[in-house]
């Protein structure tokens, strides 16, 4: 844990948890994707991040976090918090965090924002860009992804969420509460205070692509992030993506360092789709077009990825961002077929056909 001398803030929080040992792995696990040394002592484990410390004790029954600062304390309760309830649904888990910033109301992973500028890309991506205050904290932790709230026509004007007891979300009633879904950031300017995110723009019930196609400089929208495990640091990657994981994997080819190589594929309607991306990596990148089948329904994407050889030497990342279906067969070879774990994929699925929601579709 980070010593007394320089802790300057710390907080607890007393778990309601008979059956906590039980699924403590799972809990150890999904704080580890995020980048987490773990150390167990006895019955308690210690969780090192770049942002701060944290510890679960079984047999006291109860959670601690600290750090140097307001946004890495916030984002420990939040990723301790999450893992609790997601594992712990059946127990009813009340959390209620006391010391430094207990008391607080204010979201510190929150931001209003105001369109400031619109472009198409291609007839089907539109980048936004967006303005806001004090940004850098979308710099940190690795993540990439954003959850934007939009107003939409039953809601036109809705509240913002306001920070729980808990260090999660709380959220406004139906009637004045945004939709959340969540994008990529595809570029930040923290000393400029802009962000761009792109828009796949397509019929349906999409809220996100209804809001980017009749967005205006001078409207409002809330984000709140970052969101999503980070990626991990490699020497090589396999990448996939269709349109929707496009933003994402063109971000990473333009940030990595260059010395980076591996392999890259995209997945877009038709050559139509295709955009510039700056690669400014080792990594070979590859177009592939539908021509005129549906999105979600060609399977070419995903044995694209798993025709892919690994290397046998230094370290690999495996990355993956599409439909749920593609998603769960890369997934599958890449967790069944070759056995790596969470510290080595990243397989997401950022829509589902037939399904409104989930992240960027």
Not at 177 to 198: E, F, H, S
Request: glycine residues 10%.
């Amino acid at each position: 844990m980070i010593e007394a001398s320089v802790r300057e803030l710390a907080c607890e929080a007393r778990l309601n948890l008979r059956h906590l040992p039980e699924y403590m792995d799972s809990i150890a696990d999904r704080l580890q994707s995020f980048e987490a040394d773990a150390s167990h002592h006895g019955r308690r484990i210690d969780f090192r991040f770049a942002f701060g410390d944290a510890s679960i004790d079984m047999e006291q029954l109860v959670m601690r976090a600290n750090a140097a600062g307001r946004d890495g304390l916030a984002r420990i309760k939040d990723l301790l918090a999450t893992a609790v309830q997601v594992y712990a649904r059946e127990e009813n888990p009340e959390i209620v965090w006391t010391g430094d910033l207990s008391g607080e109301t204010s979201l510190a992973q929150f931001r209003e924002m105001t369109v400031t500028g619109v472009r198409d890309l291609t007839p089907h991506m539109r980048r936004l860009r967006f303005a806001g205050e004090d940004l850098s904290r979308f710099a940190k932790f690795g993540g990439m992804h954003i959850r934007m709230l939009f107003p939409t026509r039953d809601v036109p004007d809705p509240l913002w969420p306001v920070l729980g007891g808990n260090g999660l979300p709380v959220w406004p009633a139906d009637d004045r509460r945004p939709v959340a879904r969540v994008y990529t950031i595809r570029a930040l300017d923290v000393a400029k205070g802009i962000i761009d995110v792109d828009f796949l723009v397509h019929p349906g019930d999409s809220v996100g692509s209804a809001w980017a196609t009749q967005a205006a400089p001078g409207m409002k929208v809330g984000i709140m992030g970052p969101v999503g495990r980070p990626v991990r640091q490699a020497d090589w990657y396999v990448m996939g993506a269709d349109e929707t994981g496009l933003p994402a994997l063109a971000r990473l080819l333009e940030t990595l360092p260059a010395a980076t190589r591996g392999v890259a594929f995209v997945e877009i309607a038709d050559d139509g789709e295709k955009q510039e991306i700056a690669n400014t990596t080792g990594i070979e990148f590859h177009w592939l077009t539908r021509d005129g089948l549906p999105a979600g329904e060609d399977k070419l994407l995903a044995e694209a990825v798993r025709s892919v050889t690994w290397p046998q030497e230094g370290s690999a990342f495996g990355w993956f961002a599409a439909e749920a279906a593609a998603a769960k067969i890369v997934r599958e070879h890449w967790r069944g077929a070759l056995g790596l774990g969470r510290d080595q994929t990243l397989a997401a699925a950022y829509w589902r056909r037939g399904a409104a929601g989930l992240m960027a579709g």
